[in-house]
């Protein structure tokens, strides 16, 4: 599964990519996980499953799904609580759900 954290300047969602990966890890679920700038998304959609939009940019949702949704690609927004507090493990439980709906 690839998955995608869009947020401003594809900056802040380091952390939580890593908290996800680390996640996916331990749950021996084979993910591809980064974070981009909304700016770059155009260029990371080959074999793309789930894009999650960072609350702080949540205002872009309805551009990403017009752009991806198009291509089988899945959209939400990133639960705000989960993305306060950093909680890699809640964001992939929101990706999988997503990716299997």
């Not at 939580?16 to 990966?21: R, S």
């Not at 551009?63 to 493990?89: F, H, N, S, T």
Request: charged share 25%; net charge positive.
């Amino acid at each position: 599964m690839k998955i995608i954290l869009v947020c401003s300047a594809g900056m802040s969602t380091s952390m939580l990519v890593n908290k996800m990966k680390k996640s996916a890890t331990e749950r021996n679920i084979n993910a591809e996980i980064k974070a981009v700038a909304e700016s770059e998304l155009k260029n990371n959609l080959d074999g793309l499953h789930i894009v999650l939009i960072g609350p702080q940019v949540r205002y872009l949702e309805k551009k990403i799904k017009k752009q991806v949704e198009p291509l089988g690609i899945r959209v939400d927004i990133i639960d705000q609580m989960a993305y306060g507090l950093i909680q890699g493990d809640k964001v992939l439980d929101q990706a999988i759900t997503l990716n299997n709906n």
